[in-house]
């Protein structure tokens, strides 16, 4: 492992299990799967509970036209949409692609939105699948897009809409794929291997992917060469460019003991901030 060390500043604490880090409208916005809650939160640490949520994993992402998505597991597998005054909708059904839980989201500039599952049931203690994309366009409509990912976990768009890259964490790697004008993914290959098993990913404006991975959080550029690093004393979950002042980054870390301690009282979960060396691909 090589790069720059950077060293983190405790902003949160007290999450059971923190994810889906996004940064929207000047906030920091996450999800606690096991608390069931997405909150925001300020540049100070102040936390507010957006809304509640069932059925881990719950990821979520924004529509170009400022409507949130997000992964349903708790009644069906769906992707639903946050309708006018707070109530959900189902904007597409995802359970006739795959039936096991869907996890990652993320919505390109067009308003379609890739979404992946793991394949196999990682709760009832199952043996690793292989997983799949999909594509839900803005209409709602789905399809698959790619099969054969191990794990696939946190994917981003490149800010030109046409590029996906994804992790793979059972194969220690970030995958790419090109984004052809229909959505289709096409010409897959190996993005960069990761010393690790990559989780949550942000992309930054010099090119860099941001990775959680296990105890640390990486920079790494196309090809595998590390540029940054951030230690952590435990397992971290995913990342987020974000910040008012300056560059931040944000990671969601927690201690991981294993699914059976996704408990409401294993409350190891933080956020911490980081002085980012780029901002946010796409955004100034």
Same mark, same amino acid.
């Given at each position: 492992?090589?790069?720059?060390?950077?060293?983190?500043?405790?902003?949160?604490?007290?999450?059971?299990?923190? %994810?889906?880090?996004?940064?929207?409208?000047?906030?920091?916005?996450?999800?606690?799967?096991?608390?069931?809650?997405?909150?925001?939160?300020? %540049?100070?640490?102040?936390?507010?509970?957006?809304?509640?949520?069932?059925?881990?994993?719950?990821?979520?992402?924004?529509?170009?036209?400022?409507?949130?998505?997000?992964?349903?597991?708790?009644?069906?597998?769906?992707?639903?949409?946050?309708?006018?005054?707070?109530?959900?909708?189902?904007?597409?059904?995802?359970?006739?692609?795959?039936?096991?839980?869907?996890?990652?989201?993320?919505?390109?500039?067009? /308003?379609?939105? &890739?979404?992946?599952?793991?394949? &196999?049931?990682?709760?009832?203690?199952?043996?690793?699948?292989?997983?799949?994309?999909?594509?839900?366009?803005?209409?709602?409509?789905?399809?698959?897009?790619?099969?054969?990912?191990?794990?696939?976990? *946190?994917?981003?768009?490149?800010?030109? /809409?046409?590029?996906?890259?994804?992790?793979?964490?059972?194969?220690?790697?970030?995958?790419?794929?090109?984004?052809?004008?229909?959505? %289709?993914?096409?010409?897959?290959?190996?993005? !960069?291997?990761?010393?690790?098993?990559?989780?949550?990913?942000?992309?930054?404006?010099? *090119?860099?992917?941001?990775?959680?991975?296990?105890?640390?959080?990486?920079?790494?550029?196309?090809? *595998? %060469?590390?540029? !940054?690093?951030?230690?952590?004393?435990?397992?971290?979950?995913?990342?987020?460019?974000?910040?008012?002042?300056?560059?931040?980054? &944000?990671?969601?870390?927690?201690?991981?003991?294993?699914?059976?301690?996704?408990?409401?009282?294993?409350?190891? /979960?933080?956020?911490? !901030?980081?002085?980012?060396?780029?901002?946010?691909?796409?955004?100034?």
């Amino acid at each position: 492992m090589s790069g720059v060390l950077l060293e983190p500043k405790v902003l949160v604490e007290g999450l059971a299990l923190g %994810e889906s880090p996004r940064w929207h409208g000047g906030k920091l916005w996450l999800s606690d799967w096991v608390a069931g809650e997405v909150f925001s939160v300020d %540049e100070v640490g102040r936390r507010v509970v957006e809304f509640g949520a069932k059925g881990l994993p719950f990821c979520f992402d924004w529509l170009p036209d400022g409507r949130m998505l997000m992964v349903s597991n708790g009644d069906g597998r769906r992707v639903l949409r946050r309708a006018e005054g707070g109530a959900w909708v189902t904007h597409a059904e995802l359970g006739g692609i795959d039936e096991h839980a869907w996890n990652e989201i993320v919505v390109d500039g067009r /308003g379609n939105a &890739y979404v992946n599952g793991i394949g &196999y049931d990682m709760m009832g203690g199952a043996e690793p699948g292989l997983g799949v994309i999909a594509l839900v366009t803005p209409e709602g409509a789905v399809r698959e897009v790619a099969d054969g990912m191990a794990f696939p976990n *946190g994917m981003v768009v490149t800010p030109d /809409g046409g590029t996906l890259i994804v992790s793979e964490s059972h194969a220690k790697r970030l995958s790419a794929f090109d984004i052809r004008a229909d959505g %289709e993914l096409v010409n897959r290959r190996v993005w !960069a291997e990761v010393d690790g098993y990559p989780d949550g990913i942000c992309l930054d404006a010099e *090119g860099a992917v941001w990775c959680a991975a296990m105890e640390r959080c990486v920079r790494v550029r196309e090809g *595998g %060469e590390v540029l !940054a690093e951030v230690p952590l004393d435990r397992s971290a979950f995913a990342c987020m460019l974000g910040g008012v002042a300056e560059p931040t980054l &944000y990671v969601v870390a927690a201690q991981w003991l294993g699914a059976e301690g996704m408990t409401s009282e294993n409350r190891t /979960g933080q956020v911490l !901030a980081v002085r980012a060396p780029a901002t946010r691909a796409g955004h100034p």
